[in-house]
């Protein structure tokens, strides 16, 4: 697979085979890696994870095995699951049986794209902002602010909820420190009775 790579503002470190999670990944996620170990593009717009130890917030093994795993925190996930890479909101980009699905963090919802994984980085180049959902990213830089490498977004009130209409807050925070509230408020969510609201208060 050759991608044609524009801004990118962080590569991974050396690709290293002695990690745990190497047998657990398909063929064609390896021989990316093994080109390029991962990488942050379009200012944290998209982070596909790298095999390594350091940093952690790069590591796939941190949340594809081990207590922080995904399968972990969503029952959508199974053990299976390479979740290479996220967007600027935490969204998750899985491969499971040769395709690419997207895990929506906030409510769990986890959907197949349709797409193999050379198709996914294609739709990635042909138009980021879109595919990749980057206009709360791009709000976030144009109010004069940027992500450091291995924070996302964190929407307050949650996209996900009626409050969200009149308008959200947003402010970056560690990648998984955001997956762990999502997750957290992904289960919340999902044990509400029918037509049992949750509310949140915006504090100014």
Not at 46 to 58: D, E
Not at 144 to 150: D, V, Y
Not at 175 to 193: G, H, I, K, P, W
Request: glycine fraction near 6%; hydrophobic fraction near 45%; proline fraction near 5%.
């Amino acid at each position: 697979m050759n991608l044609e790579l524009v801004n990118i503002t962080f590569r991974g470190p050396e690709f290293e085979v002695i990690s745990p999670v190497v047998d657990l990944l398909p063929a064609n996620l390896i021989g990316l890696l093994t080109q390029i170990n991962g990488f942050v593009q379009f200012g944290g717009g998209l982070h596909v994870r790298g095999v390594c130890a350091q940093p952690t917030w790069h590591s796939i093994a941190e949340v594809m095995i081990g207590p922080r795993a995904l399968t972990h925190q969503y029952e959508q996930v199974l053990a299976t699951d390479a979740p290479f890479a996220q967007d600027c909101m935490a969204d998750q980009f899985l491969l499971r049986d040769g395709l690419v699905h997207k895990l929506q963090s906030e409510t769990g919802e986890l959907r197949s794209l349709d797409l193999r994984l050379a198709q996914f980085f294609a739709a990635v180049e042909a138009d980021p902002v879109d595919f990749l959902a980057m206009h709360p990213l791009l709000r976030f830089q144009r109010e004069g602010n940027r992500l450091e490498l291995g924070q996302v977004l964190q929407a307050y009130p949650p996209f996900s909820t009626k409050e969200a209409a009149s308008g959200v807050s947003l402010r970056a925070i560690s990648a998984m420190e955001a997956l762990a509230t999502l997750a957290e408020f992904s289960r919340q969510v999902s044990d509400l009775a029918d037509g049992e609201q949750v509310r949140f208060r915006v504090r100014l």
